[in-house]
């Protein structure tokens, strides 16, 4: 619940599918001050997509004035903070960041911020294999990393700087001249048997 740091409330408005196959309506109010107010989840027989909205409210100043302000700002640190779930199988969500009129898909801009497609590889280090995800980005404001995933999540990352580790990125910008920004994506798959 980090964003009631920047925000006093958000409101969720989420249609999904239940356990039990039903498509349902859940609605509710979060603020740190009350915690959940004014919940109601109900069976619905509307042809809705499955879908959920997050109505962020009451932007802090200490927060609104040191945050990007347009949409395409937010989305691009959106992706860069969530890179993982957008080059993971299965992708990332159909997400679109609105803010009246204007409205992006991440997906857009994941698009934009590649600078070429990833490339994978495996490794095994004391019997454990792992994949490996390589993607280089256009120059954004993160350093380069090693991002370190296990159940489909990411679990932590590290600045290249601070791991020791030595990779050639003259190399892996093949001889470009413009700016990129390393990802390394480390994923657990399985002891070797």
């Not at 890179?83 to 299965?90: A, M, T, V």
């Amino acid at each position: 619940m980090l964003w009631l740091k920047a925000f006093d409330s958000v409101l969720i408005d989420s249609v999904f599918l239940a356990k039990d196959d039903t498509k349902n309506k859940r609605k509710f109010k979060f603020s740190g001050s009350i915690g959940i107010d004014g919940e109601s989840c109900n069976v619905i027989t509307d042809d809705i997509p499955r879908s959920t909205t997050v109505h962020l409210n009451g932007f802090k100043s200490d927060y609104r004035n040191r945050s990007p302000k347009t949409v395409d700002a937010i989305a691009k640190a959106i992706c860069e903070h969530c890179l993982w779930y957008c080059i993971r199988e299965g992708g990332l969500p159909n997400t679109t960041v609105k803010d009246r009129d204007e409205s992006v898909s991440l997906e857009s801009i994941y698009e934009k911020m590649m600078r070429s497609s990833t490339e994978s590889d495996s490794a095994q280090i004391k019997g454990i294999n792992l994949d490996l995800i390589h993607v280089r980005l256009r120059s954004v404001s993160s350093s380069h990393s090693i991002e370190f995933c296990a159940n489909n999540r990411l679990v932590e990352n590290k600045s290249i700087s601070e791991t020791g580790i030595k990779i050639n990125l003259n190399e892996k910008s093949n001889n470009s001249i413009d700016n990129f920004q390393f990802n390394a994506f480390v994923r657990l798959l399985n002891k070797a048997g």
